[in-house]
């Protein structure tokens, strides 16, 4: 089978192992970008449009489709799923709609639907400047939520607890989402609707990231993970244990409010990335992504869950359904932390082969690299990657991560070059 992946601009080589796994489960995968960089996949199956608008990526995804005859069309990136699913209707592949994948990329728009339907949610609001993030911050009550409406990876996100730190901070975040990437790598010509900021009431509770599957109506929760990191005024998604500390009643509250969400945004054939927080002893949907779950997620699905979210994406991609069924934990301790270092720019990574070689890790991702500026918040929120280890229990699994973790060295300078960090061992607790 033909499948085709795509982006509006290459987000430099991060989905690269995600497509090869594509590959490795019998696909023939060819990659179109927007804008991107050459050599990035083999020649024969790697085009690049020269352009991020939308009416240029459709026509040239057109052509090679007339060329090649792609089975279906797809993408890992938070940044292309209107892209992709604009893609799907110009050439009758199977895809999610345009106004599906919008609302399922727009937090307002998400948020808005899910208020028609009923799903339980945090209050929010659009703050199209400070005065109305003030006045919303003083009726919902503090702590309040900041974040942006087109973000992704927690970039701007605050959590806000008075309003001289929410004018701060709405300032920063202002400043900070027009030069965001994730939002730079979107596609020009399509309406993504409104880009700005929103103020959300505070949700206080434990978090679960799921990987999921929606199909004519029914939604299976494949994989349940806890999100046990501890969180401040920004958020770093950065410790995970699975499998779930929740109960069979607990988890069939969490189906519940995810399948009425996935009807509300209009998802009716997709893989889900669903992420819900308990307040007050009920989950509270914060977001459906209509995509997998990254930094090791899918790693953490196959080996506690016995769930594969990229098989399930290759089968959906094509329009065929996948053979999945509801939750069952495999038993196996899974731990994650992302590998996060001091801001600056990054000199030199040095990983051991003790960290390599382990056998406790079954998955391990350096996506930084010399040369690449890492901006902390309130900055932005990038990281050096991903570390995911095994064991009999959780603290076992995550006391392997952190002892690794610190066995990676990184040389970070400012940006005159000073040396800020010579032996920075990665902060795998944010």
Not at 274 to 293: D, K, M, Q, S, W
Request: net charge negative; proline share 6%; hydrophobic share 40%.
């Amino acid at each position: 089978m033909k499948l085709l992946a795509l982006e509006a601009v290459q987000n430099a080589t991060y989905y690269q192992s995600r497509y090869r796994q594509i590959q490795d489960f019998g696909c023939d995968l060819f990659v179109l970008n927007g804008l991107g960089e050459p050599d990035y996949w083999p020649p024969e199956r790697y085009r690049i449009v020269g352009s991020k608008h939308v009416d240029a990526i459709i026509a040239a995804a057109r052509a090679w489709h007339a060329e090649e005859h792609f089975d279906g069309v797809l993408t890992f990136s938070e940044s292309a799923v209107v892209t992709v699913a604009a893609v799907a209707e110009a050439t009758g592949l199977p895809g999610i709609g345009v106004e599906a994948a919008r609302t399922s990329r727009n937090k307002l728009l998400m948020r808005q639907a899910h208020e028609r339907a009923g799903v339980p949610r945090p209050r929010y609001r659009f703050a199209p400047d400070v005065t109305v993030a003030l006045e919303a911050a003083e009726e919902f009550g503090y702590p309040v939520i900041l974040k942006p409406t087109l973000g992704a990876a927690s970039n701007f996100v605050f959590r806000v607890d008075g309003p001289e730190a929410l004018a701060e901070r709405f300032a920063q975040a202002t400043e900070g989402i027009a030069r965001m990437p994730w939002y730079r790598m979107e596609p020009e010509g399509l309406d993504l609707g409104p880009h700005g900021l929103m103020v959300e009431s505070f949700l206080e509770g434990p978090e679960f990231l799921t990987e999921a599957l929606a199909w004519d109506g029914e939604v299976y929760l494949g994989s349940v993970v806890d999100r046990i990191t501890v969180e401040g005024d920004t958020f770093d998604d950065d410790v995970h244990h699975a499998p779930t500390s929740l109960d069979a009643d607990q988890l069939a509250a969490v189906h519940r409010v995810i399948t009425a969400a996935a009807r509300a945004q209009g998802i009716r054939r997709s893989v889900m990335h669903a992420e819900v927080r308990f307040h007050r002893g009920t989950p509270h949907l914060l977001e459906i992504a209509v995509r997998p779950g990254g930094g090791g997620l899918d790693y953490f699905a196959r080996i506690s869950a016995g769930y594969s979210p990229i098989e399930v994406l290759i089968d959906v991609a094509r329009g065929v359904r996948p053979n999945v069924s509801h939750y069952r934990p495999t038993g196996v301790h899974t731990a994650g932390t992302c590998l996060i270092s001091a801001p600056g720019r990054i000199e030199e990574i040095t990983v051991p082969d003790t960290v390599t070689h382990s056998d406790r890790v079954f998955f391990f991702k350096i996506t930084a690299k010399p040369g690449d500026v890492i901006r902390r918040p309130p900055e932005g929120n990038n990281i050096l990657g991903f570390l995911c280890t095994t064991g009999e229990s959780f603290d076992d699994a995550i006391q392997a991560a952190r002892e690794l973790a610190e066995q990676i060295d990184v040389r970070v300078s400012d940006r005159a070059g000073e040396l800020v960090a010579a032996t920075d061992h990665t902060n795998s607790e944010g």
